[in-house]
């Protein structure tokens, strides 16, 4: 029963410092663009450019 005077208040900050990261994190942009890093992968645009034996150009 002693463990919950301890063990109470330390949750309570625990949550009041998650609490504190996310809104830091929301205000610093963190959740602006969340698709555009994925897809960005996604568009390799290495300028490099094939030749296909035809000597038709691949991209």
Not at 27 to 36: H, T
């Amino acid at each position: 029963m002693e463990a919950l005077y301890l063990l109470i208040p330390m949750s309570t900050v625990l949550v009041f410092l998650a609490i504190w990261v996310f809104f830091r994190a929301s205000d610093s942009g963190q959740f602006d663009d969340l698709e555009g890093p994925a897809l960005r992968i996604l568009h390799d645009d290495d300028g490099v450019v094939a030749v296909a034996p035809d000597d038709t150009v691949l991209r």
